[in-house]
């Protein structure tokens, strides 16, 4: 793909407008589904399926990252397309460590008439990806992969599936304007991270909300516990003065003055606090937020495109040489290592060769019948049998999307500073063919669907 992005497309409000109207229209704009006949029957290596590219842009308007605009993002905070019925206890946790995972993505992906799984009742559909932060949980989580049913994984990194109707009780049935609004308000969501529905509340201040434990205590350390005592101490001396203005005039409404009082002293700490930093110590905990764009992924491979493996053949001659200076002798172990080391050569530089066209590429999507992950590595490869079944109605998933290890540079995670910072080879996700609702009676709520994380070789 050419790097002009001009031809790319914001997944957004704008794009489910020109969705609307016959199926044809709506086919042209989906993620992955751009209008070009593709032969799902012919699975060899000579057919190429169309692969739509993903890339990252800075947020130019921040309002197009509401739910009610679809968004296609990275980082930040989710946008859960169904805001109420949200994953929660153990699906928000990290299976080794057992603290709350990090949001890393989400797409829009509705499905188009031509998969498998589409159905009319399936209008709106997203898939969400967590993370743990932790590269010690994601070393661990290369054994829990590997579990099969009936056992479910302890895993690291989790994916949600949510699909509705065009006709559902959150959105409008036409396509939002820039202001306009949910049809229903979301469930309060931890003040920490963003992410996950908050089951408690600060005691002190009665207005920060938590998902864990563990994120109240990150939030007291990272400056909660300062705007808490001052919001307090603001709370207590307006009330005294609330509570003389009601002697001296009590037809007022004490609901309504104290509904006031208490929204002017938080606006009021917070915009002290915010002055000196210290209430805004959430944003340095998730990760940056930027939006996702996507394009077409050109047939062609560019011309400029260097294979940089070596011939086997040349790798065989260079051992010769070795034995024939050095005395030493050419076993059959050898052997094996040349052919592994070439095809592990090959495989890497056939990857280098497929991202030249457009190496800042983080995504790459295809849900079709025989769509692959495009592996940087031989090892760590999933067999058919390793894709679990769908947890929700026990039939197979296919290849959806894969995240490239290029997204971690616009992350900013520092690999070569920190040890214990996140890296992945790719992480390939994998949702239930038949795309099945959470329920026979509803479309709403969220059902888990599997990724398999390929680590870096070292």
């Known amino acids: 793909m050419a790097d002009d992005r001009n031809s790319a497309v914001h997944l957004s409000a704008e794009v489910f407008a020109m ?38 842009q800075a947020v130019e308007e921040p309002w197009k990252m509401a739910r009610q605009h679809f968004p296609c993002k990275i980082g930040g905070t989710p946008a859960w397309l169904d805001p109420i ?10 299976g080794i460590c057992d603290n709350p995972l990090g949001f890393l993505m989400q797409v829009y992906a509705p499905i188009g008439i031509d998969d498998v799984g589409y159905r009319e009742e399936v209008f709106h559909r997203s898939l969400f990806l967590f993370v743990c ?10 054994h829990h992969q590997l579990k099969k049913s009936p056992e479910r994984p302890c895993r690291s990194v989790k994916v949600f599936r949510s699909q509705l109707p065009r006709t559902n009780r959150f959105y409008d049935y036409d396509p939002p304007s820039r202001d306009s609004s949910p049809a229903t308000e979301a469930v309060p969501v931890c003040t920490w991270c ?36 001052v919001v307090q101490a603001e709370l207590a001396s307006n009330k005294q003065e609330s509570e003389l203005k009601f002697v ?33 110590a959430i944003s340095d905990k998730i990760w940056p937020e930027v939006e996702l764009i996507v394009g077409e992924e050109e047939d062609s491979m560019p011309s400029d495109a260097i294979n940089t493996s070596r011939n086997p053949q040349q790798l065989l001659q260079d051992y010769e040489i ?88 616009f992350l900013q995670v520092q690999n070569e500073t920190d040890n214990d910072s996140l890296d992945w080879a790719t992480i390939a996700v994998y949702s239930c063919a038949a795309s099945c609702n959470k329920s026979d009676s ?8 599997f990724a398999w994380v390929q ?4």
């Not at 709506?26 to 209008?35: H, I, N, V």
């Not at 680590?455 to 070292?458: H, K, P, Q, R």
Request: proline letters at 4%; glycine letters at 8%; a negative charge.
């Open 322 to 409: 070795r034995r024939e200076n050095n005395g030493e002798e050419f076993t059959a172990t050898d052997m094996e290592d040349v052919e592994e080391s070439s095809r592990e050569q090959q495989n890497w530089a056939a990857f280098q060769a497929r991202l030249a066209g457009a190496p800042d590429q983080v995504l790459r999507y295809c849900r079709a019948q025989g769509a692959k992950p495009l592996w940087p590595s031989l090892e760590g490869q999933p067999k058919q049998s390793d894709i679990t079944p769908c947890f929700n109605c026990g039939g197979p998933r296919i290849f959806e999307f894969q995240l490239l290890p290029q997204l971690l540079y």
């Open 85 to 94: 019925n949200i994953p929660e206890g153990d699906n928000t946790q990290c």
């Open 455 to 458: 680590l870096a070789v070292s």
């Open 19 to 56: 969705s609307l109207g016959d199926d044809s229209e709506r086919e042209d704009f989906e993620l992955g589904s751009d209008g070009v006949e593709e032969d799902v029957e012919d699975d060899s290596d000579d057919e190429e399926l169309m692969v739509t590219l993903g890339f990252v």
């Open 133 to 142: 932060p932790n590269m010690a949980c994601l070393q661990q989580d290369q």
């Open 442 to 449: 509803t479309c709403e709520g969220y059902v888990e669907e």
């Open 248 to 280: 001296q005039n009590p037809e007022n409404s004490t609901t309504d003055a104290v509904r006031t009082m208490v929204q002017g002293v938080i606006t009021r700490v917070t915009d002290t606090l915010l002055k000196s930093g210290i209430a805004n």
């Open 194 to 229: 963003g992410a996950w529905k908050a089951t408690s509340v600060c005691g002190g201040c009665k207005q920060a909300r938590y998902c864990s434990r563990v994120h109240q205590l990150a939030h007291w350390r990272g400056g909660h516990d300062s705007f808490c005592r």
